[in-house]
């Protein structure tokens, strides 16, 4: 009897524990603003996606906990929304959410007061929420900060305080921060204001900018204060570029892309200038380019690797990561998660050699209709198997087979496909949806 009121004791505590996270309303929107007003409290709104991890674990582990609930529950009408569906859609939109989870704190007239992204520990989400009230106390709006704009836009002072205020509420500052350098003396672009800005602008700047001029100038100082993330950022800078040259279909910035990628210090990790032209054209839909630089980025680079050296990166990899794994404790918490990333991490390279030979065969696969061509793609996807034997491999090469017209033995890999999704706990329905188009001789491409 003793044994089973300590049991039920502790499910009580538990429930209790986690009865007292965050109360999510259930209501409308158009409820949840009505809630904010006659309670002269903010929102807080958590803007997810059904396909989201990060989105879950803060679900699961962090949203339930009692000390986050009494700090928000207390402080903020909280609502959570599937960005993907029904009124999330129009939510998301209207604050321009794109990353997930994304944190909204917003006033009961529909004002943002604080916008910002990413799965955290439960310390520091509480802390978002001290800053959030912190903002909110802030007596000018972003509407005064703009008019006030026009009159202050060589004041470096007001600059920085203009950038800080649209970065709390998540936009976007990569021409203002131009703007700001422009005007600071040459040696006083260093500073830690200045590091924060790269920081929070990353994933915005432009190859073009003044800011990645300034990155390059003062590299070795920079280096010293970002360590890791001097390179990300140099590395998302490239990125962002190469994302305009092909929304805008300027080759001229692509070329601009592909040199200051290449200028660069080249390691094991560097993108290769071929890959950007195939991608570029892949993008674009010019597929005779596609294919040339295709084919020259496989049969000179990836077809060229062998097995054993494949082998020794991942070893190198590995033993690197056994170096660091402490580091990697510390910021990945969750045992499983470890043990996880220190799977992948033994096969690391394999896996993305892998990956992009048989991603350019199903590139191939999609887009180009030239015999021979399609051939090369075959022979390409043969080797992503010989690397890693995996569904998606099997089915990238069954498909190409298909597209040969080499029916039956599209469909011997299509089932192996189905056979080893099943085995290995995959989703079994894209292969059996496949093999029921092959075996009824329909098209299974665009």
């Avoid at 809630?35 to 059904?50: G, M």
């Avoid at 936009?171 to 830690?192: C, G, H, I, V």
């Avoid at 100038?217 to 890791?228: C, E, H, P, R, V």
């Avoid at 660069?264 to 032209?277: G, H, I, N, R, V």
């Amino acid at each position: 009897m003793k044994k089973t009121l300590l049991v039920i004791t502790s499910l009580v505590a538990t429930f209790f524990s986690y009865s007292q996270g965050i109360e999510f309303e259930h209501g409308t929107w158009a409820e949840v603003l009505e809630k904010a007003k006659l309670s002269e409290k903010p929102i807080f709104i958590d803007v997810y996606t059904s396909w989201c991890g990060p989105c879950k674990m803060m679900s699961t582990d962090v949203f339930p906990l009692a000390t986050v609930g009494k700090v928000y529950n207390s402080n903020f009408i909280c609502y959570t929304v599937d960005a993907e569906k029904g009124e999330g859609l129009s939510i998301a939109k209207q604050y321009e959410v794109n990353l997930y989870p994304t944190y909204l704190f917003i006033n009961a007239d529909k004002s943002l007061i604080m916008k910002t992204v990413g799965r955290m520990e439960a310390e520091k989400f509480i802390a978002l929420a001290q800053t959030a009230k912190e903002e909110l106390k802030t007596p000018k709006p972003l509407a005064e900060w703009d008019k006030e704009y026009v009159q202050k836009k060589n004041d470096t002072a007001f600059l920085l305080a203009y950038i800080q205020k649209r970065a709390r509420l998540g936009m976007k500052n990569a021409a203002l921060f131009d703007e700001y350098l422009a005007q600071l003396p040459t040696d006083k672009r260093t500073s830690k204001e200045i590091v924060e800005i790269y920081q929070q602008e990353r994933n915005n700047l432009t190859i073009n900018s003044l800011a990645y001029k300034n990155l390059q100038t003062n590299a070795f100082t920079f280096y010293a204060q970002l360590s890791m993330y001097f390179n990300m950022i140099i590395s998302a800078t490239i990125d962002n570029s190469f994302r305009e040259a092909v929304k805008t279909k300027n080759e001229q910035l692509l070329q601009q892309v592909v040199d200051a990628n290449e200028s660069l210090p080249k390691t094991p990790e560097s993108k290769q200038k071929e890959a950007f032209y195939m991608n570029y054209y892949k993008n674009t839909d010019d597929v005779e380019k596609y294919i040339i630089h295709a084919t020259k980025y496989c049969e000179n680079s990836l077809m060229t690797i062998s097995p054993d050296s494949i082998a020794n990166q991942d070893k190198a990899t590995f033993q690197q990561f056994e170096l660091t794994k402490n580091l990697y404790a510390s910021m990945i918490k969750d045992s499983a998660q470890i043990a996880e990333f220190k799977n992948y991490m033994e096969h690391a390279q394999r896996n993305k050699y892998s990956e992009a030979i048989n991603n350019i065969a199903w590139g191939f696969f999609e887009k180009v209709k030239d015999e021979k061509a399609l051939g090369d793609a075959l022979r390409w996807s043969k080797r992503s198997l010989e690397i890693y034997r995996n569904s998606h491999n099997l089915d990238t090469y069954a498909n190409l087979l298909y597209k040969l017209g080499r029916k039956d033995e599209a469909i011997t890999k299509e089932t192996e496909a189905l056979d080893f999704a099943k085995k290995y706990n995959y989703k079994p329905k894209p292969y059996e949806e496949m093999l029921q188009k092959m075996n009824a001789g329909e098209k299974t491409w665009k």
